[in-house]
Protein backbone atom coordinates (compact mmCIF):
# COMPACT_ATOMS: atom_id res chain seq x y z
CA UNK A 1 0.00 0.00 0.00
CA UNK A 2 1.44 3.84 -0.84
CA UNK A 3 2.05 6.33 2.10
CA UNK A 4 -0.90 8.26 2.59
CA UNK A 5 -0.75 11.49 0.85
CA UNK A 6 -0.40 15.12 2.55
CA UNK A 7 -3.07 17.21 1.47
CA UNK A 8 -3.51 20.85 2.97
CA UNK A 9 -6.76 22.54 2.18
CA UNK A 10 -6.85 26.44 3.01
CA UNK A 11 -9.45 29.46 2.03
CA UNK A 12 -7.89 31.74 -0.09
CA UNK A 13 -9.98 34.94 -0.12
CA UNK A 14 -13.30 33.24 -1.40
CA UNK A 15 -11.94 30.08 -2.92
CA UNK A 16 -10.38 26.95 -1.57
CA UNK A 17 -6.90 26.45 -2.09
CA UNK A 18 -5.82 22.69 -2.04
CA UNK A 19 -1.95 21.46 -2.03
CA UNK A 20 -1.02 17.57 -2.33
CA UNK A 21 1.89 15.77 -2.07
CA UNK A 22 1.56 12.16 -3.21
CA UNK A 23 4.04 9.34 -2.63
CA UNK A 24 4.99 7.79 -5.78
CA UNK A 25 7.50 6.33 -7.96
CA UNK A 26 6.66 7.62 -11.46
CA UNK A 27 8.51 5.32 -13.26
CA UNK A 28 9.03 6.34 -16.49
CA UNK A 29 9.76 2.99 -18.48
CA UNK A 30 12.38 4.80 -20.01
CA UNK A 31 15.20 3.99 -17.93
CA UNK A 32 17.45 0.93 -17.53
CA UNK A 33 18.61 -0.98 -14.35
CA UNK A 34 22.47 -1.54 -13.80
CA UNK A 35 22.01 -4.58 -16.08
CA UNK A 36 20.62 -3.18 -18.98
CA UNK A 37 16.96 -3.91 -18.63
CA UNK A 38 14.39 -1.32 -19.09
CA UNK A 39 12.53 -0.59 -15.77
CA UNK A 40 8.64 -0.80 -16.84
CA UNK A 41 7.00 2.00 -16.22
CA UNK A 42 5.23 2.84 -13.05
CA UNK A 43 2.97 6.09 -12.59
CA UNK A 44 -0.19 7.79 -11.59
CA UNK A 45 -2.49 7.75 -14.13
CA UNK A 46 -6.00 9.13 -12.44
CA UNK A 47 -6.17 11.39 -9.73
CA UNK A 48 -9.89 12.80 -8.76
CA UNK A 49 -10.72 15.29 -6.40
CA UNK A 50 -14.44 15.76 -5.00
CA UNK A 51 -15.90 18.39 -2.32
CA UNK A 52 -19.46 17.74 -1.12
CA UNK A 53 -20.04 14.67 -3.63
CA UNK A 54 -18.92 16.95 -6.53
CA UNK A 55 -15.76 16.57 -8.37
CA UNK A 56 -13.39 19.57 -8.60
CA UNK A 57 -10.70 18.41 -10.68
CA UNK A 58 -9.80 15.33 -12.36
CA UNK A 59 -6.37 14.46 -14.15
CA UNK A 60 -5.08 12.30 -16.24
CA UNK A 61 -1.30 11.87 -15.93
CA UNK A 62 1.37 10.33 -17.86
CA UNK A 63 5.11 9.04 -16.37
CA UNK A 64 6.11 12.81 -17.01
CA UNK A 65 4.69 14.03 -13.80
CA UNK A 66 7.64 14.18 -11.29
CA UNK A 67 8.21 11.45 -9.04
CA UNK A 68 6.24 11.94 -5.49
CA UNK A 69 4.00 14.14 -7.15
CA UNK A 70 3.32 17.97 -6.04
CA UNK A 71 -0.39 19.22 -7.32
CA UNK A 72 -1.99 22.68 -6.34
CA UNK A 73 -5.35 24.26 -7.78
CA UNK A 74 -8.54 26.00 -6.34
CA UNK A 75 -12.30 26.11 -6.45
CA UNK A 76 -14.88 27.86 -5.08
CA UNK A 77 -17.89 27.03 -2.84
CA UNK A 78 -15.80 25.00 -0.12
CA UNK A 79 -16.03 26.49 3.62
CA UNK A 80 -13.94 25.96 6.45
CA UNK A 81 -14.73 22.72 8.11
CA UNK A 82 -15.71 20.93 4.87
CA UNK A 83 -13.58 17.95 3.52
CA UNK A 84 -11.22 17.59 0.29
CA UNK A 85 -11.24 13.96 -0.57
CA UNK A 86 -8.75 13.24 -3.53
CA UNK A 87 -7.97 9.69 -4.84
CA UNK A 88 -5.32 8.41 -7.09
CA UNK A 89 -5.28 5.20 -9.38
CA UNK A 90 -1.90 4.42 -11.02
CA UNK A 91 -1.32 1.52 -13.89
CA UNK A 92 -1.30 -0.99 -11.66
CA UNK A 93 -4.51 -0.65 -10.60
CA UNK A 94 -2.81 0.22 -7.00
CA UNK A 95 -5.17 3.26 -5.47
CA UNK A 96 -5.09 5.29 -2.55
CA UNK A 97 -7.82 7.79 -0.82
CA UNK A 98 -7.23 10.55 1.21
CA UNK A 99 -8.94 13.59 2.74
CA UNK A 100 -8.07 16.49 4.37
CA UNK A 101 -10.32 19.40 6.35
CA UNK A 102 -10.11 22.67 5.02
CA UNK A 103 -8.99 25.58 7.08
CA UNK B 1 26.32 -19.15 -23.81
CA UNK B 2 22.78 -21.12 -25.07
CA UNK B 3 21.18 -18.10 -27.24
CA UNK B 4 17.73 -20.13 -27.47
CA UNK B 5 17.48 -19.87 -23.75
CA UNK B 6 18.13 -16.19 -24.22
CA UNK B 7 15.14 -16.18 -26.18
CA UNK B 8 12.85 -18.21 -24.47
CA UNK B 9 13.95 -16.08 -21.48
CA UNK B 10 12.89 -12.50 -23.63
CA UNK B 11 9.90 -14.46 -24.54
CA UNK B 12 8.59 -15.41 -21.26
CA UNK B 13 9.26 -11.45 -20.06
CA UNK B 14 7.23 -10.02 -22.73
CA UNK B 15 4.24 -12.65 -22.07
CA UNK B 16 4.56 -11.05 -18.32
CA UNK B 17 4.19 -7.86 -19.44
CA UNK B 18 1.39 -8.33 -21.86
CA UNK B 19 -0.13 -10.15 -18.84
CA UNK B 20 0.20 -6.98 -16.76
CA UNK B 21 -1.19 -4.59 -18.85
CA UNK B 22 -4.23 -6.86 -19.66
CA UNK B 23 -4.47 -8.02 -15.66
CA UNK B 24 -4.46 -3.83 -15.50
CA UNK B 25 -7.54 -3.21 -18.31
CA UNK B 26 -9.46 -5.53 -16.39
CA UNK B 27 -9.26 -3.90 -13.21
CA UNK B 28 -10.30 -0.51 -14.38
CA UNK B 29 -11.37 1.82 -11.95
CA UNK B 30 -15.18 2.50 -11.82
CA UNK B 31 -17.28 4.55 -13.85
CA UNK B 32 -16.65 7.91 -11.82
CA UNK B 33 -12.98 7.90 -13.39
CA UNK B 34 -12.62 9.55 -16.45
CA UNK B 35 -10.97 6.79 -18.60
CA UNK B 36 -7.09 7.05 -19.10
CA UNK B 37 -6.62 8.62 -23.02
CA UNK B 38 -3.69 6.50 -23.75
CA UNK B 39 -3.00 7.56 -27.59
CA UNK B 40 -2.75 11.82 -26.05
CA UNK B 41 -0.12 10.16 -24.32
CA UNK B 42 1.54 8.16 -26.73
CA UNK B 43 1.68 10.68 -29.56
CA UNK B 44 5.07 13.11 -30.05
CA UNK B 45 3.79 16.78 -31.30
CA UNK B 46 1.12 19.18 -30.17
CA UNK B 47 -0.88 18.83 -33.18
CA UNK B 48 -1.26 14.95 -32.96
CA UNK B 49 -2.06 15.65 -29.28
CA UNK B 50 -5.14 17.65 -29.73
CA UNK B 51 -6.15 15.22 -32.66
CA UNK B 52 -5.93 12.31 -29.55
CA UNK B 53 -8.03 14.72 -27.32
CA UNK B 54 -10.91 15.02 -29.47
CA UNK B 55 -9.95 18.33 -31.38
CA UNK B 56 -8.71 19.48 -34.90
CA UNK B 57 -6.54 22.37 -34.33
CA UNK B 58 -4.88 24.93 -31.68
CA UNK B 59 -4.34 28.67 -32.29
CA UNK B 60 -2.13 30.50 -29.97
CA UNK B 61 -3.20 32.57 -27.04
CA UNK B 62 -2.17 35.00 -25.00
CA UNK B 63 -4.70 34.21 -22.02
CA UNK B 64 -2.80 31.42 -21.08
CA UNK B 65 0.16 32.09 -18.67
CA UNK B 66 3.18 29.70 -17.79
CA UNK B 67 5.05 30.12 -14.94
CA UNK B 68 8.38 28.24 -14.08
CA UNK B 69 11.89 28.81 -14.22
CA UNK B 70 13.74 29.88 -17.26
CA UNK B 71 16.64 27.55 -16.36
CA UNK B 72 15.88 24.04 -14.29
CA UNK B 73 19.39 22.63 -12.40
CA UNK B 74 17.04 19.82 -12.32
CA UNK B 75 15.16 17.97 -15.09
CA UNK B 76 13.42 15.20 -12.87
CA UNK B 77 11.56 18.32 -10.94
CA UNK B 78 10.68 21.28 -12.54
CA UNK B 79 7.79 23.35 -11.36
CA UNK B 80 4.81 24.78 -13.59
CA UNK B 81 1.87 27.10 -13.07
CA UNK B 82 -0.11 27.50 -15.77
CA UNK B 83 -3.42 29.60 -15.96
CA UNK B 84 -5.75 30.75 -18.40
CA UNK B 85 -8.33 33.50 -19.08
CA UNK B 86 -10.23 31.87 -21.81
CA UNK B 87 -13.75 32.03 -20.68
CA UNK B 88 -15.13 28.74 -20.41
CA UNK B 89 -12.24 27.02 -19.58
CA UNK B 90 -12.50 23.29 -19.19
CA UNK B 91 -9.37 21.14 -19.48
CA UNK B 92 -5.66 22.03 -19.28
CA UNK B 93 -2.60 19.89 -20.24
CA UNK B 94 0.61 20.43 -19.97
CA UNK B 95 3.18 19.27 -22.60
CA UNK B 96 7.17 19.37 -23.42
CA UNK B 97 8.18 19.30 -26.54
CA UNK B 98 11.64 16.87 -26.69
CA UNK B 99 10.15 14.04 -24.00
CA UNK B 100 9.70 11.38 -25.17
CA UNK B 101 6.16 11.61 -25.14
CA UNK B 102 4.80 15.15 -25.63
CA UNK B 103 1.86 14.70 -23.04
CA UNK B 104 2.79 15.15 -19.39
CA UNK B 105 -0.33 15.87 -17.28
CA UNK B 106 -4.13 16.60 -18.34
CA UNK B 107 -6.16 18.01 -16.04
CA UNK B 108 -10.49 18.82 -16.49
CA UNK B 109 -11.84 22.21 -15.15
CA UNK B 110 -15.15 21.69 -14.20
CA UNK B 111 -17.40 24.78 -13.23
CA UNK B 112 -16.28 26.97 -10.28
CA UNK B 113 -12.90 25.52 -10.27
CA UNK B 114 -10.20 27.81 -11.07
CA UNK B 115 -7.94 27.63 -14.55
CA UNK B 116 -5.14 27.58 -12.44
CA UNK B 117 -2.89 24.00 -11.63
CA UNK B 118 0.56 24.13 -10.36
CA UNK B 119 2.20 20.99 -10.25
CA UNK B 120 6.38 19.32 -11.11
CA UNK B 121 7.09 17.02 -14.42
CA UNK B 122 10.57 15.49 -15.40
CA UNK B 123 12.33 17.23 -18.42
CA UNK B 124 14.79 15.25 -20.83
CA UNK B 125 16.60 18.07 -21.73
CA UNK B 126 16.10 22.16 -22.79
CA UNK B 127 12.66 22.03 -24.44
CA UNK B 128 9.57 24.29 -25.25
CA UNK B 129 6.91 23.51 -22.57
CA UNK B 130 3.28 24.20 -23.86
CA UNK B 131 0.29 24.82 -21.66
CA UNK B 132 -3.09 23.37 -24.04
CA UNK B 133 -6.16 24.64 -22.98
CA UNK B 134 -9.53 23.62 -24.08
CA UNK B 135 -12.59 26.74 -23.92
CA UNK B 136 -15.65 26.29 -24.89
CA UNK B 137 -14.75 23.38 -27.11
CA UNK B 138 -11.67 24.73 -29.40
CA UNK B 139 -8.23 24.45 -27.82
CA UNK B 140 -5.75 27.07 -27.78
CA UNK B 141 -2.13 27.06 -26.01
CA UNK B 142 1.22 29.35 -25.24
CA UNK B 143 4.55 28.14 -25.17
CA UNK B 144 7.91 28.67 -23.42
CA UNK B 145 11.37 27.68 -23.28
CA UNK B 146 12.94 25.97 -19.91
CA UNK B 147 16.50 24.83 -20.56
CA UNK B 148 17.66 22.15 -18.26
CA UNK B 149 21.10 21.51 -16.92
CA UNK B 150 20.36 17.67 -15.98
CA UNK B 151 18.11 15.85 -17.44
CA UNK B 152 15.59 14.33 -15.53
CA UNK B 153 14.65 11.50 -18.05
CA UNK B 154 17.64 9.12 -18.71
CA UNK B 155 19.26 6.34 -16.02
Given at each position: MADPMKIRAAMAGDKVEVKVLMSHE?????RKDAKGATIPAWFIQNVTATHNGRTVLSAEWGP?????PFLSFRFAGGKPGDKVIITWVDNKGDKRTDEATIS | MNSSRRTVLKGTGGAAVLGLAMVAGLFK????WAEWNKAAFEVKTLNDAVKAMGGSQASESKDITIQSPDIAENGAVVPFTIASK?????AMALLVEKNPNILAANFSIPD????WVNTRVKMGQTSNVIALVKADGKYYYASKEVKVTLGGCGG
Amino acid sequence: MADPMKIRAAMAGDKVEVKVLMSHEMETGQRKDAKGATIPAWFIQNVTATHNGRTVLSAEWGPAVAKNPFLSFRFAGGKPGDKVIITWVDNKGDKRTDEATIS
Amino acid sequence: MNSSRRTVLKGTGGAAVLGLAMVAGLFKPGSAWAEWNKAAFEVKTLNDAVKAMGGSQASESKDITIQSPDIAENGAVVPFTIASKIPKTEAMALLVEKNPNILAANFSIPDGTEPWVNTRVKMGQTSNVIALVKADGKYYYASKEVKVTLGGCGG
